[in-house]
């Protein structure tokens, strides 16, 4: 397994690029999968090994799959034939679950294996269930798949959607534009990501209407066709490397970024005392040594993104004062924290709430990644120790960050990989 091996201590300092979005991609590139006619070609894919293994199960579905350059990825569909997708793949990523909407509403039948990812807490299909059902499916879980048939075509429906399920959100937009008649989805979800889906739908002929609020309408057409489309940039990972910036007392700048998508995010930043500046496509902050803790509540959008939670936690525990960082949207999200501890972090947990007191120093030890998220948070926590933090499974971060050794490395981190 790889590691990486980290000498903390040094401020970072230039310029990084972002990939684009891996919440957007997984997503695009399975309802790229709806089209019968022409070919469709995606720019700014980022290469995360959830994206290739989504690739790999779609081309043994039929479906051609061809990369055309670093980021840019050609989709050919007309031969998707099959109904099942590879167990071992498909188990390993939470996006497998749309692939279970891409089937029904494109073959009428799915069989796909329950699916995996970080281990997180509790993350249940039973919304994607109930939605598919409400569109008319027979599904059942069974062997540790998710299966399902339809008779005919996938009917229109009106579903409320619990707790503003960002994946419920996309499967239903994905099934539902090859359903007969409208989908109407209230407490949609109302992220950045979910428009993007929903202007690659239309780009193919798909009709959403309404994403970004809570209230989204999907006219399900017969035929969806290829179209040209470019994947939005990653927000999580820019506000990683922001919060990488801010634990190490740097001036970072993230270029290939909206600021807009991170407006949350940026004032918790704020509010710390870092300085924040902005434009069109960049955004840069300037941090002191020392920094005031801010309390956080984890909500979907527009709210603080759980998926930088962990990060901000790490940010915290070098922050002057106590801070409290409820966890709304993800249970039993703060497992990180007992390796933080071994940097020399002071964390409290209960349930999904911590309570973080700012500490004078962390220092280096071995500590080992559990999920994408946590484990970016063991690597901030890393740059501001002392001496040699060795952070084990890499894996886990390789899922959601590409090449963060390199760019971290061009910010002057003294940061590797070693086998």
């Known amino acids: 397994m790889a590691q990486f091996v980290i000498e903390g201590g040094n401020a970072l300092a230039g310029d990084v690029a972002v990939e684009g979005s891996k919440n957007s991609a997984l997503p695009i590139i399975v309802a790229a999968a709806l089209a019968q006619d022409g070919v469709t070609v995606l720019e700014n894919i980022p290469r995360y090994t959830d994206i290739l293994d989504l690739c790999q199960i779609l081309s043994e579905m039929g479906v051609q799959v061809e990369w055309q350059g670093e980021t840019r990825l050609a989709i050919d569909a007309k031969t998707l034939t099959t109904h099942q997708a590879r167990y071992d793949l498909a188990g390993k990523l939470r996006g497998s679950t749309y692939l279970v909407g891409l089937l029904l509403a494109r073959l009428g039948e799915a069989d796909v294996a329950f699916p995996g990812g970080c281990q997180i807490g509790s993350r249940p299909v039973n919304f994607h269930i109930q939605g598919f059902q409400a569109l008319g499916a027979n599904m059942r879980l069974e062997h540790g798949s998710i299966q399902g048939t339809v008779s005919g075509r996938l009917k229109g429906t009106r579903m409320y959607i619990e707790r503003a399920s960002f994946g419920t959100t996309l499967n239903l937009m994905i099934a539902g534009s090859l ?3 409208t989908t109407t989805l209230e407490n949609a979800a109302m992220e950045p990501e979910v428009v993007d889906v929903a202007n690659f739908l239309n780009g193919m002929g798909g009709r959403v209407r309404g994403a970004g609020t809570n209230l989204i309408r999907v006219e399900g057409v017969d035929r969806l ?6 994947i939005i940039p990653d927000r999580l990972e820019a506000g990683t490397y922001l919060m990488a910036g801010a634990i190490t007392a740097g001036v970072v700048t993230v270029g290939n970024v909206i600021p807009e998508h991170l407006r949350t995010v940026l004032l918790k930043l704020s509010q710390t005392g870092a300085q924040i500046e ?7 902050i300037i941090a002191a040594p020392r920094l005031k803790s801010v309390d956080i509540e984890t909500l979907p959008h527009p709210g603080f993104p759980t998926d930088l939670h962990p990060q901000m936690v790490a940010l915290l525990t070098i922050c002057d004062g106590l801070a ?8 039993n999200r703060f497992g990180y924290t007992h390796d933080l501890a071994r940097l020399g ?10 309570i973080i007191r700012g500490v004078g120093r962390l220092t280096g030890a071995p500590v080992q990644a559990q999920d994408i998220r946590g484990g970016a948070a063991l690597v901030l926590a890393a ?7 060795i952070v084990g499974g890499v894996e886990y971060i390789d899922r959601g960050y590409h090449g963060m050794e390199q760019k971290m490395a061009s910010l002057g981190a ?4 070693r086998p």
């Open 324 to 331: 409290v960082v409820q966890e709304t949207v993800f249970e």
């Open 345 to 354: 972090a002071d964390v409290k947990v209960d349930r999904e709430t911590a």
């Open 383 to 389: 740059l501001r120790a002392e001496g040699t933090t």
């Open 179 to 181: 359903a007969e008649g």
């Open 414 to 417: 003294l940061m590797r990989r």
């Open 225 to 230: 066709k290829g179209t040209h489309h470019e």
């Open 278 to 284: 902005e434009d069109m496509d960049w955004i840069r």
